[in-house]
């Protein structure tokens, strides 16, 4: 049988049509994969800026908490004399000055801060919580920081002030001293609030 110029032209036709095809799959299929490759990009620069609001709004509230016990242990000094100090006495001080403050930073805690950057048209929010440990000898910061749909969230102990007897170092002599506030961790945790 032989094949005549209709039966080429249809050969033909189906030959034009596999390759239209052909290359119709190639340019979606490349097409998809620039836009998920865009998406991953975009993810990436929020997940970004949400862990440096995180550690920005972290810093804002070790900050603070710094400047409370930096001025409950000064107002301690002024006030009580050395033959007087005690670490119950201290710690009252402190109670009064720094853990009845920590209101002023869960004040963000269910009304996050909103759009910090104005110029930013992204939403983004930032969150904070601070807690006292049932002693009282300890606070736990929580932080969250959202931009676009990353979430990043970090947490904070930190030691509040307290009286110690002995030697703290070699140009510190012996006797009663207050030991300031420490940081004892801060590490990124799961995110706490949606």
């Known amino acids: 049988m032989k094949c ?3 039966c080429r ?12 095809t052909l290359l119709i799959l190639l340019t979606l299929s490349l097409l998809t994969r620039q836009l998920t490759e865009q998406q991953a990009v975009r993810s990436f620069e929020n997940r970004l800026q949400a862990h440096y609001l995180t550690e920005s709004g972290m810093d804002l509230a070790l900050w603070q908490l710094s400047e409370w016990t930096d001025r409950a242990v000064e107002t301690f000094l002024e ?13 009252d001080h402190v109670r009064h000055e720094v853990i009845f403050q920590l209101h002023q930073i869960n004040a963000y805690r269910n009304a996050p801060l909103q759009q910090i950057f104005e110029d930013d ?30 979430r990043v969230a970090q947490r904070a102990v ?17 006797g009663l001293h207050v030991k300031t506030m420490i940081l ?8 706490t609030w949606p």
């Open 79 to 91: 006030n009580e004399s050395y033959d007087s100090w005690s670490s119950a006495l201290l710690a």
């Open 121 to 150: 048209p992204t939403p983004h929010a930032l969150r904070m919580l601070a807690e006292a440990s049932i002693d009282e000898k300890e606070i736990v910061i929580t932080v969250q920081g959202n931009y676009g749909n990353a």
């Open 4 to 6: 005549t110029f209709r």
């Open 9 to 20: 032209q249809g050969a033909a036709s189906l030959f034009v049509l596999l390759m239209g």
């Open 184 to 191: 004892r961790s801060r590490s990124q945790v799961l995110a």
């Open 158 to 174: 930190v030691e509040l002030p307290v009286i110690v007897d002995g030697l703290l170092n070699e140009s510190v002599a012996e």
